[in-house]
């Protein structure tokens, strides 16, 4: 009998990549923060930036080409020459923290909100990758969302057909059809419930090895605790020395402050029942980390 043949790309790019390492969490959930201290870690690499222009400027992966459902990747995205062709991209930009290209087999950190919605695409594409799932407290979440919906900073899809009021921003997420009209708050908030429930159902399903969870509040708390061990349970080393206070992240709104969401609380209030279930399991996915 004849043996399969070899798929000489897949391979390939199976010998670039070892074990990928994607931070997934909602927006405006200091996930950059957390990326900007872990791409600190020796020997590993990113393309320096989010990846928005290095997917979605192939046309496969543009949500355009899926009848604007979202921005949705599944595990058939990653099949055939669009795949091979992002994965090629990644690899030609990846420096690591003293500037260096890739060179033969490289670990890979990667961060972009949008990824949350695409866990199935990248754990086809690399299926040995792993992934940290960063939660922080709703309300605060929240605020800084609607913060950037305001601020015109984050236009993703200003065009959005059949959208009007404040241009999309942010990731786009099924179903947001249901949204027109709705007030901003209602749109923010069903847009982290839904982007929350989608990362703790596809993170499920995944072996728990392959996954981390952690809290944007203890990462501020102790920086250095918090980023090397996580740093060490995904493989890598640490030989860094963190300061207490983080420096702000490249996509800073404006200056953090653990009470700032409080100039929205009323409004926040009457939204927390939509995202109160979603909070609810996220809460106790982290907590089992813990453990």
């Known amino acids: 009998m004849d043996e399969p043949a070899i798929d000489t790309h897949e391979a390939a790019r199976h010998s670039r990549f070892d074990r990928p390492i994607l931070i997934v969490s909602p927006p405006r959930s200091g996930s950059t923060m957390l990326f900007e201290a872990m791409e600190q870690a020796p020997g590993l690499h990113t393309i320096g930036t989010e990846s928005h222009v290095a997917i979605e400027s192939i046309p496969e992966f543009h ?6 459902h979202s921005n949705r990747l599944g595990a058939k995205d990653a099949q055939g020459p669009a795949a091979e062709m992002l994965a090629g991209r990644f690899y ?17 950190l990667e961060k972009t909100p949008k990824n949350a919605l695409r866990i199935p695409f990248f754990d086809a594409l690399w299926p040995d990758s792993m992934f940290i799932y960063l939660y922080r407290d709703v309300r605060e979440t929240l605020a800084s969302m609607m913060e950037a919906w305001a601020s015109g900073h984050f236009r993703t899809y200003p065009r959005l057909p059949g959208w009007s009021g404040y241009p999309w921003s942010l990731l786009l997420v099924p179903g947001w059809e249901e949204l027109r009209g709705q007030p901003l708050p209602v749109v923010v908030a069903r847009q982290w419930a839904i982007t929350t429930r989608t990362i703790l159902d596809d993170l499920a399903a995944l072996p728990r090895e392959r996954v981390r969870a952690l809290r944007y509040s203890d990462v501020l708390a102790d920086p250095q605790t918090s980023v090397a061990a996580l740093a060490r349970s995904v493989g890598l080393e640490w030989d ?17 402050g653990a009470e700032k969401w ?10 927390l029942p939509i995202v109160a279930e979603s909070d609810e399991r996220a809460r ?4 089992s980390f813990a453990d």
């Open 63 to 68: 949500p355009a080409s899926h009848g604007w």
């Open 92 to 108: 030609d930009q990846l420096r690591d923290r003293d500037g260096a290209p890739a060179a033969g087999s490289v670990r890979m």
């Open 240 to 256: 860094r020395e963190l300061a207490r206070t983080l420096p702000l992240s490249r996509y800073t709104v404006s200056r953090p």
């Open 262 to 271: 409080r100039r929205l609380e009323g409004v926040i209030a009457r939204v």
């Open 284 to 287: 106790a996915f982290v907590a």
